[in-house]
């Protein structure tokens, strides 16, 4: 299956990203890296891509993005990294 050619950057780019960094990049390091004009359509992207079983990420874990499909680079399968933080909330809980 052929997948847009925006969604083909931004999965080129993290796998890329992933091979010389050893973690993910973030939301906003993908809107530069591929020139998307907002982490809406970064987000948009993302849900597509792993939609289309082209990628995993794991939900509240900043930096969580697996690239499913075997491409330039090796062995992109498994955990990301150790590295994935949970995000944090910007609220603070009352007790």
Not at 23 to 47: C, D, K, M
Not at 66 to 71: E, G, R
């Amino acid at each position: 299956m052929t997948i847009p050619t925006t969604r083909a950057r931004m999965r080129d780019f993290i796998a890329h990203y992933i091979a010389r960094n050893g973690f993910a990049p973030s939301v906003r390091e993908i809107q530069r890296g591929v020139g998307l004009h907002s982490t809406g359509a970064v987000h948009y992207q993302l849900r597509a891509l792993e939609a289309a079983g082209e990628i995993r990420r794991q939900r509240y874990l900043s930096r969580a993005i697996t690239v499913l499909t075997p491409d330039h680079t090796k062995d992109r399968s498994g955990p990301v990294s150790n590295s994935a933080r949970p995000i944090k909330s910007s609220r603070s809980v009352l007790a």
